[in-house]
Structure formats: structure tokens, C-alpha cells
């Protein structure tokens, strides 16, 4: 039975903080930290890694480092937060049993139309230095085939048409408008942090923030420009931590841990790690007493995990859903799991730089983070927007592969595994329950065309992700079609 946590136990907050046990208090008190972070998104991500960095950077450094978290859209959590005094539990997922604590990183929780003007107020002050952004690849607003901002999706046109001020719908628009209010106001220089699997994820970031300032109808916006290039920079970053959605079991855990009722636990995965760029533009928190390493390059720390972690974690997905798995774990319990995350690791590891973790070693600790069965990972969280992560984990990867003449079994594998899961379910969704903002083009790729062979089929799907030159390599699409009776069937041949 899944019943909730009890919301008649006393809420967490402050005034309840000495119920909590001690050692499950926060390491810092909140109240002696100041916003100097505005952090985008306040997911459970950002909850379970960034926050928790910054956390132990202000505890061990004695800085007031506090972190502002706007909610892009809805603003439930921002409420249930401040509701909270910011407080919140991180619940750690350990193999042999979890471990729970309060985390007080968080000084404040916006709503970005509501408080859009505080927040302009955040960006343009001097104490703010550190702007961070976890808001997945669909927040970006990336034309598929060149990497611009797309000034025709309705959020981004919407926010333009708006003039770029006032209540804006997207957080690109948001950031750029906060950065000119920055540069009228005294120009002190900031980082803006992406946290977002992407590869080169600052160098993305800047593209369609300047692209939004080029294209905003600010008299002054070529000063923004000038400025921007002079003291703001876009440093790339890898996170890392593996964070389920909390479940109401989760819930009921974090309140037996806490004695309080806590309202938005998170969990997460023992592991956790931070690669950033050594870039930035003026202070930072100082992560590196948490563990977050400063490199100069950081592309084949991120090739690495984007094209290992990520890669496999949406082979596992699709391929799961086809057996019929729910989990991640559930995946690497069957015969096929393993070796899927084996073979896919062997195959794309030419094509990672050298610099980066060891191939082999970082498969194996792979293998072992994936097994952990105290984290319940639904293949349906991973499975979901995978026309935008697909191209960053397997396309880049595939292509060098064959440029070089390599066989590419297991990436034909995943792609047949992916192009299954587009077909639509009966509801009208897509089959396994995964959510896509380009569901209903995939519809259309089972659908449309003169050609009813499924090459045709993994054309277009292929077409639907901007990856026409694969579309058009025919030996790719033969491959991949001819997977698809074994997977329709739920069996998985690596
Ligand atoms: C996952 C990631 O949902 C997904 O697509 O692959 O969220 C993954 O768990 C994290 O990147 C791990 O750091």
C-alpha cells in the first residue's frame, strides 16, 4: 500500500528544526547565509547535487553562500518550500540502508512570472555571482540543426513579443533580460552555470542567451553584447548523481528519519560528483571542499558521462520497457542488462577523448551504481524527452563510429529500442508512458510517408530527431529495422 506520509506530524521548518534529531540538522544555519546563487529550476536534481555542494562549501568555508531557486512554471513547490523555511531532507539510497539529513542551502524560492521583478533585482545585484540553471535540454529552446535559439517556439516568440521585460515565459529570456538589468546597473561580473545533460552545455547556454539579447528589442542590446563578452562567461559543467522521483514510501521514510513531516524529501544515490570548468567570471562557492573538481577542459569528463552514463541509462530505458521492466535495477537483473551496459560502453569508447575517467573502470562502477536496488529509477522518468537527449547521448557517438568504418551493433540496438518506444499506446501517449515534446511528430513517422517498410519508418524517425545525414545512411536504417520484430516480441538481443 502507498500511503502518504502523515502531513499531521508538524511541518518541517525552523521552529520545528530541534525535533529533528542532531545529527540530521543542516550544516549551516540558513539564517547566516545571504543569495549570492539564483539557481533555475528546483527540481529534485538540483535539491539532491547543487544545493548540497553549496551547502558544504558554506559550512566549510564559513561564507554565507545561499542559493535562491526560481520554479521556471509552476509555483506548488516554491510554496511548499518557503512553506518550509527552505528546509528539506536529502535521503541517501544505500544498498545496505538509507541515511537522512536536513539540507539549509536554500534561502528563498521564487516563482519566475510572479516574482519576475525580484528576481531581475537578484540578477542585477552585486552579491549575486553564481547563476545556475538545472532546466533540462526541452528549456533551452535549441534549433535541432544548428544549436541557435529557436525564435519561433512559442515560449521564446511570446517572451520577444513581449519586448524581452516584464513577466517572460522562458528562462533563456529570463536570464538575458536579468543580465542587461545587470549591465545597467553596474555591470559586476557573474557566471551563469548550465547544469544540464548537454555537451558543451556552456558554450549552448551562452549561444541562445546571446541569441535572445540579439533578437530583443532593447535599444541598448549590442551594449548587453559588448558587455556579456567582457564579464560574463558560460562555464561547461558535468553533475552527477543519480536522483529518482520521490516516491510516497520515500516520503513515509524521510518523516519516520526526521520526526517532522516533510513535504518534498528528496533522494538519491550515494554517488555523487562535479566537473566544472575552471571559468568564471568573479567569486564562486568554493565546491572544491565538497569534492567538485575545477578542470580547464572538461569535454572528456562530459563526453564520458553523457556518452556512457546517459547513453546507457536510455538504452536501459527503451530496451527495459520492450521486456516489460520497470526500473533500472529491474534491467540490470535480467540476463540482458549487463551486458547491454558492457557492450554499449565497449563500442563508443574510441570515440571518448582521452582525459577522462578510464573507460573500463567507470563502466564497471556503472555496472555497480545500476544494480544499487535500493534506488527505484523508472525507466519511464529516463525514457521521457528522448527525441532531445538521444541526439547528445548516442548521434555524435554513431556518427564518428561510422566515419571511421567501426560496426555499431549496440547503438543500432539502442536506436531500435528508442524508435519501439515512439510508437504511439493506445491513449493516444506514447506506448510505454513516456512523455516527449515531439510525441506527436514520432506519431506521425509510424504513420505518414509513401513507404510502409519500417527503414522508411526509422527514416523519418530519424529525420524527427535533425539527424538527416543518419537518415540517410542506408546500411544504418536496414540495421536498425531489422531489430525491430525481436523488440515488438520483448526480446533483447545484444
Ligand atoms: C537520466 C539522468 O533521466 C535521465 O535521462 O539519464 O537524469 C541521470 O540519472 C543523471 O544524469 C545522472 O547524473
Request: charged share 20%.
Amino acid at each position: 500500500m502507498n500511503l502518504p506520509s502523515s502531513p499531521a506530524a508538524p511541518l518541517l521548518g525552523r521552529r520545528t528544526l530541534d525535533r529533528v534529531p542532531p545529527a540530521l540538522r543542516p550544516a549551516v544555519d540558513p539564517g547566516d547565509l545571504r543569495p549570492r546563487v539564483v539557481h533555475f529550476g528546483l527540481g529534485a536534481f538540483h535539491r539532491a547535487h547543487q544545493a548540497r555542494y553549496t551547502e558544504t562549501a558554506a559550512a566549510r568555508s564559513g561564507e554565507p553562500w545561499g542559493t535562491v531557486v526560481v520554479a521556471p512554471r509552476s509555483t506548488g513547490t516554491a510554496d511548499a518550500l518557503r512553506s518550509q523555511d527552505c528546509l528539506y531532507s536529502i535521503t541517501e539510497l544505500r544498498p545496505e540502508g538509507t541515511v537522512t539529513r536536513v539540507s539549509g542551502a536554500i534561502v528563498d524560492a521564487l516563482g519566475m512570472r510572479p516574482d519576475a521583478a525580484r528576481i531581475d533585482g537578484l540578477l542585477a545585484s552585486p552579491d549575486v555571482c553564481v547563476v545556475s540553471l538545472t532546466i533540462t535540454e526541452k528549456g533551452y529552446h535549441r534549433r535541432p540543426d544548428s544549436g541557435a535559439l529557436d525564435t519561433a517556439a512559442p515560449g521564446v516568440a511570446a517572451d520577444l513579443a513581449a519586448g524581452g521585460t516584464g513577466v517572460l515565459t522562458t528562462v533563456i529570456g529570463r536570464v538575458a533580460a536579468g543580465l542587461a538589468a545587470r549591465m545597467r546597473s553596474g555591470g559586476a561580473p557573474v557566471s551563469v552555470v548550465s547544469c544540464d545533460n548537454m555537451a558543451a552545455n556552456g558554450a549552448a547556454l551562452g549561444r541562445v542567451v546571446r541569441d535572445f539579447v540579439e533578437a530583443a528589442p532593447w535599444p541598448d542590446r549590442q551594449a548587453v553584447l559588448d558587455w556579456m563578452a567582457t564579464s560574463v562567461t558560460f562555464p561547461s559543467t558535468i553533475v552527477d548523481r543519480i536522483v529518482p522521483a520521490t516516491t510516497d514510501a520515500d516520503r513515509r521514510a524521510a518523516q519516520a528519519a526526521l520526526g517532522v513531516h516533510d513535504a518534498l524529501p528528496v533522494v538519491g544515490e550515494p554517488y555523487r560528483q562535479w566537473v566544472l570548468e575552471d571559468s568564471f567570471a568573479g567569486p564562486r562557492p568554493p565546491w572544491q571542499l565538497d569534492g567538485a573538481l575545477f578542470v580547464p577542459d572538461v569535454v572528456p569528463y562530459q563526453l564520458t558521462k553523457l556518452r556512457m552514463l546517459n547513453g546507457c541509462h536510455s538504452a536501459l530505458a527503451y530496451a527495459g520497457a520492450a521486456a516489460g521492466c520497470t526500473t533500472i535495477a529491474d534491467t540490470l537483473a535480467t540476463d540482458w542488462g549487463e551486458r547491454l551496459v558492457r557492450a554499449l560502453c565497449t563500442e563508443i569508447a574510441p570515440t571518448l577523448p582521452a582525459g577522462g575517467p578510464a573507460p573500463a573502470a567507470y563502466a564497471e562502477g556503472l555496472v555497480q551504481r545500476f544494480r544499487n536496488p535500493g534506488v527505484r529509477h523508472l525507466l519511464r522518468q529516463i525514457g521521457s524527452d528522448g527525441s532531445l537527449k538521444i541526439p547528445e547521448r548516442w548521434l555524435d557517438a554513431l556518427r564518428e563510429l561510422r566515419a571511421a568504418s567501426a560496426a555499431t551493433p549496440v547503438l543500432e540496438l539502442a536506436l531500435a529500442a528508442w524508435a519501439n518506444a515512439t510508437r504511439p499506446g493506445g491513449d493516444g501517449g506514447q506506448l510505454f508512458g513516456t512523455t516527449d515534446p515531439a510525441a506527436a511528430a514520432l506519431h506521425r513517422c509510424w504513420r505518414d510517408g509513401t513507404g510502409s517498410a519500417a527503414e522508411d519508418t526509422v527514416r523519418r524517425l530519424l529525420h524527427a530527431l535533425g539527424a538527416a545525414d543518419l537518415a540517410e545512411d542506408n546500411a544504418l536504417t536496414t540495421a536498425v529495422a531489422a531489430r525491430l520484430p525481436a523488440l515488438r516480441a520483448g526480446r533483447i538481443e545484444v
